[in-house]
Structures are given as structure tokens and as C-alpha cells.
């Protein structure tokens, strides 16, 4: 056996909770084993792009690589899906790293919140009144006052996801870059955003935090009445991801601009 093969020998299954998924899991499980995750050589996740999210959150520090196959809904994050010659396909896979957001949320209680993110961070108001957001890149005021829905930092992964849904930029996955992409902006009418450097600090400050409370959300880490949040990538965590050749995620992402 090569010793490319070699690298994949300890596979750890992880699957949704439906049907398809279970099923796909099992017979994988027959065919190749089903190593503890801790022992792997890698991590196979089963199911839609919800999935991958939990998966790439679990074992976000473990510094293994981690390879999607399609048995959910949306797959974005996926690899097509196929019973057989998995280890080949593994062996061959390309690897995208990927960092994720570190959110420091103080909420009103004077309480820091840390969370990552691996698609963005957004920040929403809780209350039918508009939030007032103060921003600063670096510690340099650059908005005084956004009057929005809330606003969001996308990484280049999650450019796609629900950035692109309220207009943001989609950002080339090896792009040294955030995007920063207000939701439904009401002040300033024409400010539809901005692309920061990748190792920019981003402060969110809630004005009126009392009468027009903010909700600072983490992928799916919420923390509730927020007074600022302090947003940056974290070059420090990196996350190998697997995908076949021809269907990586900057394919996937450059065709996504096109409209595909």
C-alpha cells in the first residue's frame, strides 16, 4: 500500500440525524470500520452543510483533517457521496485551510462571551426597534452610527452562506480578507458594506443598548443584550479541510460569483 493511502487507515464517522445519513453511516461502518475519533486520521461527516458546521466546530483544535460527503440538504461543504474507495478518494482529496472568527461579546452584565465562528459572526436587534451600531477597524471609528437590522463579519468560507443572502461580497477562499456587510440598512441608505483585511479587529459598539437591546450570534452561539463585540480571525486555529479534485471550495466559491 502507498504510504499516501497509508494516512487514512483510522476513519471516524460522524452523521446527521436523518434517515439517509444513518443509513449511509452504517454501511460505511461495515466497510471501513469506525475508529474513535480521538485515534483518527482523519473525520468523515455525513449529512448537509449544518452538519459540516458542527463537525468543523468539534473538532476545530484536534488538527484533524476533516472531509464532508453529501447526505443532507444544502451541501456547499460537501464531497459527492459514494460507498466505495473511500480511502483513494481521502488520499487524493485536496486539503483548504480555513481559520475561523473569534467573537468577544460583553453583554450588559459587564460579562465577556468568547465564541467561534466558522461562517461569521452577526450581530441582530431583539427588539421591533432598529439597532444603533457604532463600528471601529482597529480601534479607529469608521461609522459613527449604523441604524440597520445589525450587521455581520463573513469569513471567506462563509461568504457564500448568509452574507451573500443580504447582499455581501463573496470573497475568494485564499483572499486575506472579511467581509463586513450591514442587514437591512436604513442609516446610511448607501453603505452596503466594506472588505477588511483578514487581521483587522472589528468593534461593534450598541448605542442605546438599553432601549434598542442586540443579540451577537457565533454561527449558533448566541449571547443576548450585547454592549460591544470585538470580532477578529483567529490565525492561531487552523482547519484542514478535504476535497476532491475538481470540486474544492475554491471552484466552488468562483463559480458561486458567477451565478452557478
Given amino acids: 500500500m502507498s ?40 473525520i468523515v461527516a455525513l449529512g448537509g452543510d449544518g452538519l459540516m458546521l458542527q463537525t468543523l466546530h468539534k473538532f476545530m483544535k484536534s488538527g484533524k483533517p476533516i472531509y464532508g460527503m453529501h447526505r443532507g440538504t444544502v451541501g456547499f461543504l460537501m464531497n459527492e457521496f459514494a460507498e466505495e474507495r473511500l480511502i ?31 461562517n461569521e459572526v452577526s450581530l441582530f436587534r431583539q427588539s421591533a426597534q432598529a439597532a444603533h451600531l457604532r463600528i471601529l477597524i482597529d480601534g479607529r471609528e469608521r461609522l459613527a452610527e449604523l441604524v440597520a437590522d445589525g450587521v455581520l463579519v463573513a469569513t471567506p468560507a462563509g461568504s457564500t452562506a448568509y452574507n451573500l443572502s443580504v447582499q455581501g461580497a463573496i470573497i475568494p477562499i485564499n483572499a486575506p480578507l472579511l467581509a463586513l456587510t450591514p442587514i437591512s440598512p436604513f ?74
Fill in 88 to 118: 483513494e478518494r481521502l488520499a487524493n482529496a485536496h486539503i483548504t485551510v480555513i481559520h475561523p472568527l473569534l467573537m468577544r461579546a460583553k453583554d450588559m452584565q459587564g460579562r465577556t462571551h468568547e465564541h467561534h465562528a466558522i
Fill in 187 to 260: 442609516r446610511p441608505r448607501r453603505w452596503r458594506g466594506a472588505l477588511l483585511p483578514d487581521k483587522a479587529k472589528v468593534t461593534i459598539e450598541v448605542t442605546e443598548s438599553d432601549k434598542r437591546p442586540v443579540a451577537a450570534v457565533a454561527d449558533h452561539d448566541e449571547v443576548r443584550s450585547v454592549r460591544n463585540v470585538d470580532i477578529s480571525m483567529d490565525h492561531a486555529v487552523s482547519i484542514n479541510m478535504l476535497f476532491d479534485p475538481g470540486h474544492n471550495l475554491d471552484e466552488r466559491i468562483l463559480r458561486e460569483q458567477f451565478g452557478f
Fill in 3 to 42: 504510504p499516501s493511502l497509508e494516512r487514512f487507515q483510522h476513519i471516524a464517522f460522524v452523521a446527521g440525524q436523518t434517515p439517509e445519513a444513518r443509513e449511509a453511516c452504517a454501511r460505511l461502518e461495515k466497510r471501513y470500520g469506525n475508529a474513535d475519533p480521538s485515534k483518527a486520521d482523519v
